[in-house]
């Protein structure tokens, strides 16, 4: 089975794709990712709608509210990761479907991730134009 999230060798929390683990990254300085088969929980409370990703965010949301009922919506919300990420670096105002447009090819490049590690902090990365 492919990967579903990735997962903080570091943690353990699972990630539903590669800017959550560079946010993750960013924010605790861990780097060591893989990809995972298991699936990022996804709990909604029936009474407001709050989408809770772990049974402690579901208890805290429980005794700051009163809201005890949670729908498990994890099996409709699973779809295979991609660790494909786009070439421009993030806060380049370049929309990379108007470059490939006007590229002439009629293709859009993007790069793939050959390795599980996440390009942040400078971290060395295998990558090849796909």
Known sequence: MAGVSLKCGDCGTLLKSVE???EH???TTHINFMESTE???NLVCVACGKPCR???ES???TKRTGHTEFMDKTAEAVK???LEV???PKGDDVDMEEAAEGSGSGQKEVWR????????HGLSVIIAVA
């Open 80 to 82: 295979p990761i991609t």
């Open 25 to 27: 990254a960013d924010l």
């Open 59 to 61: 208890d805290l949301h």
């Open 54 to 56: 772990s049974k402690i």
């Open 86 to 88: 786009s070439k421009t």
């Open 113 to 120: 991730v050959e390795c599980h590690w996440i390009l942040t």
């Open 39 to 41: 699936a990022v929980l």
């Open 20 to 22: 959550e683990a560079q």
